[in-house]
DNA sequence: TATGAATGAGTTTTCATTCAT
DNA sequence: TATGAATGAAAACTCATTCAT
């Protein structure tokens, strides 16, 4: 049960040639792809993007690539599922944190949500790292797609029910302000930046996007469209 | 005048091992550099990053191999010049912009800067594409830092001369807009983006740095530190 | 058992960008490393050093070249396996026949040496020819001496429990005798000559040993240094 | 005139496929094949003889490749050339020294021989050294015995004309004399050997050789075949 | 005649994937 | 089911040789 909840998050249905062959049954098993997934991030990290071979993940892993062969089909399904997963954990604490914060009012939404999605990138910081570096290189972009939609979703309706504010078109304005804040969340990740300077450059997003949205909110007693 | 010296200082020098063989001398050669230039772009696009081979790169700019090799004694060194050659156009253009609009109001000058920046990447729009691509898997981190420097040495001094405006910290709230300002417009061409949302979401860009810059400034009458 | 502690500590360690990948564990991989040596032999007689090539060997060896990399990372480690273990079967063959002659007089010891090294090349006739041919192209030189060492030890050693004979310099005069011996097999094996004569040469090796050794030797009844 | 008996001093007449494409008529040229003889003793030295290319040598010796093709047809036919004229010298040395001890005492000749051919191989050092590398590599076993046989008529001469020795096989003791000469010098300029020990094993190897021919030559008294 | 840009066959080496044990 | 030896297509790179200028 546990298992089928762990793959149902998902909402983007993996296209049958990246599924995995089979969702492990046993703990073993669980054991097993769970080395797999952490060697894939660790070996990306120490030998690069261009260094990441099967044989190297299975090795770190600490099983036979025909092991790892038997859960993945090929290096492409590998990477599709621990991209996957780690985009489904942002999305669900960006969610969470959306939905928490329903009826708050506008500046306090905006803080909660870069806190949410900056706070989820910290905390898988490795795998944020690893994982910018091959997203290029599979076909990750509707893994990607998937769960923007899905934290548009959520803090589209959040925005919606703020009690201090209406947009003319809050739809892009959302989208422009979550494209924004992973545009500039993957800069501070992607370039080598001491973690003091990006914290006040966190501190520094948080007043654009705090900024921004009051620009864009439609003046107080301005009629609706 | 002090910071043209600067830009020329900052002008990345390439480490031994990324520089180019040789320079194209007769007309000849120059055609043939500027045709495998191109091709790198076209193969990166049509091919993605992973099939962009040295033999594809030279069949596409119809030279042989061993050519390629004269100029590029590998294909990292091929993409570095590559990109060394698209980053200085960017950071030449935003510049240009930049210099022109010293004294400008606050306002003025964010919208320049926005512009120029992202008419630069459009009119490149395949290189800025292809670009992208393969920017993490060279060691291109170097180049892109020098641009960066670049472009930051000249909003910093644009910024510094606005008559309506002074921040409490202009380094760090420019740092700070120029991180947003390429985060964002990256998520924007990596992203499959119909070319009309783009345009909006460009407007919505122009919009939140102006507000940033607005919410960023001291307050007027305020004292300086 | 001085000596024999000594001829193990001389056996040469590999330097470890010339060592092999894995040492073959199966009885198939066995097979298969030795399928790789006996084609490296071959190709190099039939071939010649320049057309040696690890494809080729591959082919011969009837396996494909993945499989060579897997036991070998390049083409030098390979020959310096082949190298290493050839002189180790040479060494050995006149290690032995050394021991065997301890206190025997000079001119049976200078037989017995000629023979034992003679013998143990011509048996690797093939061997010897082909590794003669690559000896300077790769870096086997620490090997070859490595080689000489051991049987510089095993031919002093015997040298020095000859009952007839005392020499003022018996390092110098050993060491002198084994350059000429080597040196002068090695002509014999390179050049094109018939069995027939090579087998004159031979005996005429032979004669030119004790001549040496006699004319070398202190006088009878003179005193030592 | 010069030229012409430049040439002619090869016995071996060079194959059609190896021989050079012209002779240097002008001093211009004749300059040219000068630099570029000893710019390919120059790289054989200094980068071995796996990075012996064509490109490298014109470089080295300041000319293009093209100029360098116009000499010599191909690599085999720069080696060829070079080691024909080096070969040249050495014989011409040895050959000279040996006709002017016709008549002398056998053991007097013996010293002569071994000093003539060590002087010339140490004179040209560097070029020894060289082509000992190459040897192998290119077909020029054919120059290598043409200059034997050049060497092995002077000695054979030489010795049949020593008032105070006379030999059964005069041809094969010659012969293995030489072999063991030659072999023997080969051994000490190839292996890493300090000035001091060669000179010391020079010493040795002149002694080898009167003790050979002393122990090869009919007793005194005994009856010709 | 000299030059050096261009050629492309040939080499080394890697690595995703299969399959006998 | 797990293993890891074997595979071989495909990649990067070299270098002898040619030929337009």
């Known amino acids: 049960m546990i298992i089928q909840l762990w793959n149902s998050l998902l909402t983007t249905v993996p296209p049958q040639h990246l599924s995995a062959r089979k969702s492990p049954r046993q703990a073993r098993a669980l054991a097993t792809v769970e080395a797999i997934f952490e060697a894939t991030i660790q070996v990306l990290l120490s030998e690069g993007p261009t260094r990441l071979t099967t044989t190297r993940v299975a090795a770190r892993a600490g099983v036979s690539v025909g092991t790892m062969y038997q859960y993945y089909p090929h290096k492409e399904a ?66 990607t797609e998937g769960c923007i939609q899905r934290i548009e979703a959520a803090t589209a309706a959040m925005f919606a029910s703020a009690p201090d504010a209406e947009f003319d078109d809050l739809v892009l304005v959302n989208h422009s302000l979550l494209n924004m804040l ?9 370039r080598e930046i001491s973690p003091a300077i990006a914290n006040r450059l966190g501190d520094e997003l948080a007043l654009m996007c705090r900024a921004y949205l009051e620009a864009a909110k439609r003046p107080a007693g301005a009629p609706g469209r």
């Open 182 to 190: 992973f545009g500039t969340v993957r800069s501070l990740f992607t």
């Open 78 to 143: 590998l990477l599709y599922a621990v991209t996957g997963r780690y985009l489904d954990a942002i999305a669900e604490a960006v969610e969470k944190a959306c939905r928490a914060s329903h009826g708050a009012p506008l500046t306090e939404m905006s803080d909660v949500l870069v806190k949410a999605y900056w706070d989820a990138k910290t905390l898988k910081r490795n795998a944020t790292r690893a994982l910018y570096l091959v997203a290029m290189e599979v076909d990750t972009a509707a893994l």
